[in-house]
């Protein structure tokens, strides 16, 4: 492990040559030279796109920042969050993870920070701009970056991660939203189509056709069409404006489903899955026996793998396969092991994520720190409902929380005499509470702990926790050094 976070940061030179675009080479990615590029890296989530068990803070950005400025008034609620991305993401981050031996940053947008809700179509250039400062850091290093647009208006899944508190995704019944989303992205191309350091654009973050229903456990039927008619006409909307980066599309059902798609319809185009084999991670020991019976270890992750959608649509049509999300939660060696699977196939791959309040990161906050010593007791409250968040164990009360939800599970079971309710998707009922009551309720006790701090305190807070140099280095950085390092 790096003790020494700062020297380790002050030591990574900066780059030597410059980058070239990257294009697509059968199931490779090459540079101008066509020399083979890798990339490999990781998320900047928590940043441009506010997920909150990152932070720490509860519910969506969406909900969060307009309690803060009911609560706290247009400047104040304001200067949190600007203070907090200030600190969260700096050059620095771009240093430390490129002395990893990293290639490439996933930067994960929320469109509310390039447009607001009520002012379709009048961009916003602060978002830009911080967009521009990162492109800065990247190319001083030397390291590739791709635009993910995570979270987009209407809500491309039922789910909190696409800033959705609704559990409906409303933008696969609304023109609207679809126009919105294309002209946002012909933005993106305008703006950074001569941009050889972006590396490409992942158009949408795991959207979930069937979540327009809202996410409840039935099998209701997926609209391949819709996601289809809206991957065509943002790439064809795109190629107008810029013909030669790479797009990148993600499979339905969050990233997972990719049979459904058209065959590859443009030039340059990649695919995108999120492997996070939670199966794997929920058993108590890896390798070990899950809850269901099955023994994980490499093997078991390669088989996985190898049956998954987006494995098997790469090789049919010969197209770059990249690994967009995967995380092992705290267990090294899984994550040594999903990694050595993904470099056996030739797959890219972004670990989620690069820094959190203590989950899954390379880089956690410490356990002293200012922020979590403000903020501690209210993180115990939420923990979560499967389990234990935060690097911490689940309180009394959360477990008594998910036995009742259990409990009122199977009474939902007898009162619809549905065979579908409390199957499959167990969790969907607690994360339902969690999302649409539980979080918000805490959203307010959070917030309120900010009406007497002032400005100059919150961002000293901020900059002393979310520093890099002031963060801890957690053993996963080992994987990602193991195989980034190597020679490509």
């Not at 030039?267 to 999120?274: F, I, M």
């Not at 056996?344 to 203590?358: L, N, R």
């Not at 956690?364 to 409902?385: E, P, S, V, W």
């Not at 998707?425 to 918000?440: E, G, S, T, V």
Request: glycine share 6%; charged share 25%.
């Amino acid at each position: 492990m790096t003790t020494d976070l700062s020297a380790f940061i002050a030591s990574v030179p900066k780059a030597q040559q410059p980058l070239t675009m990257l294009s697509c080479k059968g199931r490779e990615i090459v540079n101008a030279h066509g020399e083979k590029v890798n990339l490999r890296g990781a998320n900047i989530g928590a940043w441009m796109n506010m997920e909150y068990y990152l932070h720490g803070f509860f519910g969506t950005e969406r909900q969060m920042r307009a309690m803060a400025l009911d609560l706290l008034g247009e400047e104040k609620g304001k200067f949190i969050f600007d203070s907090m991305i200030n600190h969260f993401f700096t050059e620095k981050d771009v240093a430390y993870l490129k002395g990893l031996g990293t290639t490439v940053l996933r930067i994960t947008l929320n469109a509310r920070h390039f447009e607001r809700e009520d002012r379709p179509f009048r961009y916003l250039e602060e978002g830009f701009a911080r967009i521009d400062r990162a492109l800065e850091w990247c190319e001083a290093y030397g390291m590739y970056a791709i635009l993910d647009l995570h979270a987009v208006f209407g809500y491309q899944n039922g789910a909190w991660i696409s800033d959705n508190s609704t559990g409906e995704a409303g933008f696969w019944r609304n023109e609207h939203y679809l126009e919105r989303f294309v002209r946002l992205w012909e933005e993106f191309a305008r703006r950074y189509k001569d941009r050889t350091v972006v590396a490409g654009y992942d158009l949408m973050n795991e959207p979930s056709t069937k979540d327009r229903y809202g996410r409840i456990p039935m099998p209701l039927p997926w609209d391949a069409q819709a996601l289809n008619r809206t991957y065509r006409k943002a790439v064809e909307a795109i190629r107008k404006i810029d013909s030669r980066h790479i797009i990148f599309l993600e499979g339905d059902d969050y990233a997972e489903r990719f049979l459904c798609l058209d065959a590859p319809f443009a030039e340059n185009l990649a695919y995108s899955s999120h492997n996070y084999s939670f199966k794997a991670i929920s058993a108590p020991f890896y390798p070990g026996t899950d809850r269901e019976g099955t023994y994980w270890n490499k093997e078991q992750l390669r088989k996985e793998f190898y049956e998954k959608e987006a494995t098997q649509f790469c090789q049919r049509y010969n197209v770059p396969l990249w690994i967009g999300e995967f995380g092992s939660r705290n267990y090294t060696q899984l994550m040594d092991d999903q990694i050595a699977v993904f470099e056996e196939f030739g797959a890219h791959w972004t670990m989620w994520q690069h820094k959190d309040v203590g989950y899954s990161s390379l880089l956690r906050y410490r356990h002293d720190c200012a922020y979590l010593q403000k903020f501690n007791d209210i993180l115990d409250r939420f923990g979560t409902m499967y389990g234990g968040i935060h690097g911490r164990a689940e309180t009394q009360a959360r477990s008594r929380m998910r036995e009742q939800c259990r409990q009122f599970e199977d009474a939902l079971v007898e009162a619809t005499q549905s065979p579908w309710v409390g199957k499959g998707d167990a969790y969907l009922l607690p994360r339902w509470i969690d999302d649409c009551y539980y979080a918000k309720i805490l959203c307010y006790e959070y917030l309120k702990r900010f009406e007497t701090m002032t400005l100059e305190e919150i961002d000293q807070m901020f900059e002393s926790s979310f520093s890099i140099e002031n963060c801890m280095e957690h053993p996963l950085a080992q994987a990602v050094k193991h195989y980034c390092r190597q020679e490509t």
